[in-house]
């Protein structure tokens, strides 16, 4: 019934665990919704930037046409000079008059882009890779009057035939060219080409490229804020784990103490009488019976002492130690045959020996119960920084699904044992700020592991 009492409490509510992947669902769910968002606008922002581009083409075509093109005279140098003064402001640095066959008639500004016939004859909308201009060409057609106007049918809005957008009639006078000019305007067949700054695209671009990375990074620093959120809901989840084991614990070692207490001294007087009555019955048929009751009060007794050493005040006193002189020592009082390998431990390692060399007791004994007739194997290592113990035997070994269980108070596959020498090894562990492990030994068998940090 007490082993029963005294077993672990189940696991704590995972609560923190799940409140992570609830937060993660919402973030998937965030994360989608918002990177569609910003690559569809970091695209319409493309796609608009093009548009963009052909209307700041178009101002510099009708600024072309009213200033330089109006009178309907054969263009030239000087004619086109303050076109690009006027068209600044929009990034103009080259305007040219171009024949179909793309000899240059005209020009003024500086042009960044190649000047081959094929390249002046080329598309309506031509990147130029130096500065990142943009070059337009359209066909020139004479100027309307203003109570005239044509339809506008071409891609910038200049009319048939590249005519220019009518002017707005604002009443203020006769049309914007001479009366008895030419009502053609300029040679038909010639084409006026811009190299111009697309900065309204270009300023377009670059918004939707830094709304980009601004949700881009609003994606990282969502993910980042789920990773930190999953790392405190693990360590909850450990805290709360510790917490209970530590009520755990407390209860255990509450009952433990009064366990101890009141079966210690019935004990010692049921052993001692015990062995006297072994002692006179030697021979007579009941002598058995006898023995069995003394090896009955021994493990009793010795259940006893395992409880008392598991509720003894949970202080260690380290000081400095010879390692190797102390596992000679445990070596010596053990009943196990023993390989000790405890080489290039000069210098001493605080630790609390007596508390250390019960933990030492109890994982020799138990490689030595799991094979009687094997030789039990001791490597003590000491770097820098740690100091290990491994011990190991040829036995049957721990199930991995057993490993978790077996430094619990009470937990054992032995018949007749106490399930309190590896809890107790666990716990004085662990007052050392050190960590104890089982895992296979390479040929068969169980190794534990004790590692003890430095603790300056």
């Known amino acids: 019934m007490l082993p029963a009492m005294l077993q672990a409490p189940p696991p ?28 569809s606008s970091f695209w319409g922002a493309r796609a608009l930037a093009e548009t963009v581009t052909r209307g700041q083409a178009a101002m510099l075509f009708h600024i072309a046409h009213r200033v330089a093109l109006s009178d309907g005279e054969r263009p030239t140098d000087a004619a086109l000079a303050p076109v690009i003064e006027e068209g600044a402001e929009l990034g103009l640095h080259w305007i040219a008059i171009v024949r179909p066959r793309g000899r240059i008639v005209a020009q003024a500004g500086e042009a960044q882009g190649s000047l081959a016939p094929a390249e002046l004859r080329g598309q309506p ?7 990142g201009l943009v070059r337009v060409t359209a066909p020139v057609g004479p100027p309307q009057h203003p109570r005239h106007p044509r339809p506008t049918d071409d891609a910038f809005g200049l009319g048939p035939r590249g005519f220019p957008p009518p002017p707005i009639d604002d009443g203020m006078g006769p049309p914007p060219h001479p009366p008895g000019a030419p009502p053609g305007g300029p040679p038909p ?5 811009v190299e111009f700054e697309p900065m309204l695209a270009r300023d377009l671009e670059h918004r939707a490229k830094r709304d980009l990375a601004v949700g881009i990074a609003a994606i990282v620093a969502l993910w980042v804020a789920a990773a930190l959120l999953w790392r405190v809901a693990g360590r909850a989840t450990r805290a709360e784990m510790r917490l209970g084991d530590q009520r755990h614990l407390a209860a255990l070692g509450e009952m433990s103490a ?3 207490h009141e079966l210690r001294n019935p004990l010692a007087s049921l052993k001692g009488n015990a062995q006297l009555l072994e002692e006179q019955v030697q021979g007579h048929p009941s002598a058995p019976k006898a023995t069995r ?5 021994v493990r009793l007794q010795a259940l006893s002492d395992g409880l008392l050493a598991f509720v003894r005040s949970g202080r260690v006193q380290p000081e400095p130690v010879d390692v190797a002189q102390l596992a000679r020592e445990i070596v010596a009082m053990s009943p196990a045959e023993v390989d000790l390998t405890a080489e290039g431990l000069d210098a001493p390692w605080p630790l609390d020996p007596g508390r250390i060399s019960q933990v030492l007791h109890n994982l020799i004994d138990n490689a030595y119960q799991a094979d009687p007739e094997g030789v039990v194997k001791v490597v003590v290592e000491m770097s820098e920084s740690a100091l ?21 108070p009470f937990h054992t596959s032995r018949t ?26 390479p040929g068969g068998g169980a190794l534990f592991r004790v590692t ?5």
């Not at 290990?388 to 619990?408: C, M, N």
């Not at 044992?417 to 030994?441: N, P």
Request: aromatic share 6%; net charge positive; proline share 7%.
């Open 258 to 260: 009064v366990v101890a």
């Open 293 to 297: 009751v003394v090896a009955e009060a």
């Open 388 to 408: 290990t113990f491994e011990i190991s035997d040829r036995g049957p070994g721990v199930p991995p699904e057993a490993r978790a269980k077996i430094f619990t």
């Open 416 to 441: 007749r044992g106490t399930g309190l020498g590896l809890a107790v090894a666990y716990q004085v562990v662990d007052l050392h700020g050190g960590s104890i492990t089982c895992e296979d030994r």
């Open 452 to 456: 003890l940090p430095l603790r300056r």
């Open 125 to 131: 909308l031509q990147p130029i890779a130096a500065g």
């Open 12 to 39: 704590p509510t995972a609560k923190p665990v799940r409140l992570w992947w609830a937060f993660t669902g919402v973030a998937t769910l965030v994360t989608v919704a918002l990177l569609s968002s910003v690559v």
């Open 189 to 193: 067949g010639l084409r006026i080409a």
